[in-house]
């Protein structure tokens, strides 16, 4: 049997501006929002197979370490796209600035980090 991953929840300041920037870059669409389960607001967006639950208390703090020197700390989200330059003209129409590019088997790809400090890397196999 082969496990699949259906979703990753992360932490920002707001679930609905967050949503609708990956909406309009990656294709996507908001499957559910809401309430929390116990407080705060939850946004599931994605596709209908996987997506990124996008939560917030209403009062989320910055983070105080650099992630990839954290335990349990997100270091990047991985996107595939069939046409990386496109889409690296996109997130920079977003308004987000690309970092470090990469071409290596088995792909290409480039970094941003978003308004809340998350790292997105976008990589194309084509």
Not at 29 to 41: D, E, I, L, N, Q
Not at 83 to 92: A, C, G, T
């Amino acid at each position: 049997m082969i496990a699949h991953l259906e979703h990753v929840n992360v932490t920002v300041k707001d679930p609905d501006a967050t949503a609708d920037w990956m909406c309009r870059l990656f294709g996507w669409h908001v499957r559910w929002s809401g309430a929390g389960m116990t407080t705060g607001r939850t946004v599931h967006v994605g596709t209908d197979t996987h997506y990124i639950a996008l939560f917030t208390y209403g009062d989320a703090t910055e983070a105080k370490s650099e992630s990839y020197r954290t335990l349990n700390g997100l270091n990047h989200i991985a996107i595939t796209v069939e046409n990386l330059d496109e889409m690296e003209k996109q997130v920079k129409a977003e308004g987000f600035e690309t970092g470090e590019h990469y071409d290596y088997e088995p792909g290409r790809r480039f970094y941003f980090h978003d308004r809340d400090g998350i790292e997105f890397e976008v990589v194309s196999y084509v």
